[in-house]
């Protein structure tokens, strides 16, 4: 069977294939702030959908990022309402990639402690890559330019998410991965999960580029994580954005939709600071 490694080759191991972080990440970056609709009324509609997702504190940091209206809906009555997103065969890009993402520049410092929450389902009728298994993201971490220091997306240089959950199938069955850190070194999965029933995934993530940087996962049981994660965690020392919903290689010709709900974000605890920064990862 194949699984997943860093690289963009395939490895012989006990699972699927590597949906590879190295050369097919680099389209993700975008500059969320240039995102934005062009006018009140597209915000608006914008903010139609990004109140279905999430609480009213959330939406000004929060943006919408799909091709087109196919793209994207309002599903389900009442309480029961929810956001979905879809990716189909020949549809445009947006951002140079294939996406149907909300995107959320949640603010916070370098040494927070932050709670990111939300739920999502996954079809009965999802078509998914296997055999093949190329990369395809249903929540990730980003870096951004720091305006701060000068930075700007002109100059930023292209880099791989730190934190990422992908999708795929062995076996027959639906199962998420989890990568962390700068290179994706540490690697999590499958973690197998039920078509047609919502789950919940929640990152308590200790945000450093230093080694004491760490992340614990939370899948459905609230109380304990699945796993956790230590080292760093940041490209660079400002804040990383959260992008939920699909983005997957270009190659996958299927018309698929995910459901996302509650989404939630909270501060844990923040750094003290009269204590001594940690030392670098040698």
């Not at 009213?56 to 979905?84: D, F, K, S």
């Not at 109380?223 to 230590?230: E, G, L």
Request: charged letters at 20%; proline letters at 7%; a negative charge.
């Amino acid at each position: 069977m194949k699984w997943w490694s860093a690289g963009s080759t395939l490895v012989t191991k006990t699972g699927w294939r590597n949906w590879g972080v190295c050369s097919c990440f680099v389209l993700i970056l975008v500059n969320v702030g240039c995102d934005r609709p062009a006018d009140s009324n597209d915000r608006e509609q914008e903010l139609a959908y990004l109140r279905v997702l999430m609480p009213t504190e959330l939406l000004p940091h929060a943006h919408v990022e799909v091709p087109g209206l196919e793209n994207i809906a309002i599903l389900g009555e009442g309480v029961e309402q929810h956001l979905g997103l879809r990716l189909y065969p020949g549809q445009k890009q947006r951002n140079r990639g294939n996406r149907a993402e909300v995107s959320l520049d949640w603010p916070y410092q370098e040494g927070d402690t932050v709670r990111y929450e939300w739920r999502f389902r996954v079809p009965e009728d999802f078509k998914s890559d296997a055999p093949q298994n190329r990369w395809w993201i249903i929540g990730q971490w980003h870096d951004q330019p720091d305006l701060n220091r000068g930075e700007t997306w002109e100059n930023f240089p292209s880099r791989s998410p730190p934190i990422l959950v992908g999708i795929g199938e062995m076996d027959g069955r639906t199962a998420i991965a989890i990568e962390y850190g700068p290179t994706q070194a540490d690697k999590q999965g499958p973690i197998f999960i039920e078509r047609g029933q919502w789950h919940q995934l929640a990152f308590v993530i200790h945000w450093s580029q230093q080694v004491d940087g760490t992340a614990d996962v939370y899948l459905d049981d609230m109380a304990r994580p699945i796993h956790s994660y230590s080292g760093p965690n940041m490209h660079n020392g400002f804040q990383h954005y959260l992008k939920i919903g699909m983005y997957r290689d270009p190659a996958i010709a299927t018309d698929c939709w995910i459901h996302v709900a509650n989404l939630k974000v909270e501060a844990v605890s923040k750094p003290d600071p009269q204590s001594a920064p940690p030392t670098a990862a040698k």
